[in-house]
């Protein structure tokens, strides 16, 4: 799951610091996410899949599959 969030950051040109702020965080608290020191709470989970557009079960490593379920309830 980290390194997914790394390789979207990554291939949308952002750094670490934008994309903390987008979250409303430090890069420093960001940047943990990426190593894996702390687990990404669910609410920053759901915030990054709207922001990269892919499934949370992509972000988790549950499928290869970025697209995401087009129907919401």
Same mark, same amino acid.
């Given at each position: 799951?980290?390194?997914?969030?790394?390789?979207?950051?990554?291939?949308?040109?952002?750094?670490? =610091?934008? @994309?903390?702020?987008? #979250?409303?965080?430090?890069q420093t608290?960001?940047?943990? $996410?990426?190593? %894996?020191?702390? !687990?990404?709470? =669910?609410? @920053?989970?759901?915030? #990054?899949?709207?922001?990269?557009?892919?499934?949370?079960? $992509?972000?988790? %490593?549950?499928? !290869?599959?970025?697209?995401?379920?087009?129907?919401?309830?």
């Amino acid at each position: 799951m980290y390194k997914r969030i790394r390789d979207l950051r990554e291939d949308s040109d952002l750094n670490q =610091t934008q @994309i903390a702020k987008m #979250l409303g965080m430090s890069q420093t608290g960001y940047s943990k $996410y990426e190593t %894996g020191e702390n !687990d990404i709470p =669910t609410a @920053i989970l759901i915030r #990054l899949a709207d922001f990269y557009n892919v499934s949370i079960d $992509y972000l988790l %490593g549950q499928t !290869d599959v970025k697209e995401r379920n087009k129907k919401r309830v």
